[in-house]
């Protein structure tokens, strides 16, 4: 079966995630699974790679021609391919997939289900869709893991918070907040409406 994998391409993430990620991707290559993603070497993306290769999986990468910064991609791709669009490349996965399997990963990440189950419901596919939750990352729970949550959700949007989103150009985009629980202790006292970060020492609100 060829599984396409979505999740981080960032290297700002928690070695556990990597250290599961890769550990998957490396346990479905032995049971005779192959990989589509999109070819990236880095964060969770390039956690599955080395698990699959590892697992002596076949590994096919679908990348835009203009990834071409030396360390973007993965040097071990079985396949590659060269796309123009990100258009292009999401729908070439989508096509090549049997399945598809979301691991811990930011807006690329949400973007990339939300039109795979959006085109599910639609009747576009009947591919399975399976939301990997890695030590609860996806939980909305605050009091069992608050620091896990990646969403949080108040009533309303206050001048402060506008304010305090803007940063001081060192750490941009948190006002100051190291980590998601400090971020959510934020939006709860000050009434912040939507907040999306991603890694455990995230460096902006709305990190890709």
Do not use: W
């Amino acid at each position: 079966m060829n599984i396409c994998v979505y999740g981080a391409a960032s290297t700002a993430i928690d070695k556990k995630y990597i250290e599961l990620t890769e550990k998957f991707g490396e346990r479905l290559a032995k049971d005779g699974h192959h990989l589509v993603y999109g070819a990236g070497d880095n964060g969770l993306m390039g956690a599955v790679a080395r698990g699959f290769h590892k697992g002596g999986g076949k590994i096919v990468g679908v990348a835009p021609s203009f990834f071409k910064v030396d360390g973007v991609l993965f040097p071990h791709c079985t396949e590659l391919i060269r796309t123009e669009t990100m258009r292009q490349r999401k729908q070439i996965m989508e096509e090549k997939a049997d399945a598809f399997v979301v691991v811990p990963g930011g807006i690329g990440t949400f973007d990339e289900f939300f039109e795979i189950i959006t085109l599910k419901q639609l009747g576009r596919h009947a591919k399975a869709l399976v939301i990997y939750n890695v030590d609860g990352y996806y939980d909305d729970n605050p009091r069992e893991n608050p620091d896990a949550r990646l969403i949080h959700v108040v009533n309303e949007v206050t001048p402060e918070m506008i304010e305090n989103a803007g940063g001081n150009g060192t750490n941009r985009g948190t006002g100051g907040m190291k980590t998601k629980l400090e971020a959510a202790k934020f939006a709860a006292e000050h009434n912040i409406e939507t907040i999306i970060m991603s890694g455990d020492n995230p460096k902006k609100i709305f990190d890709i």
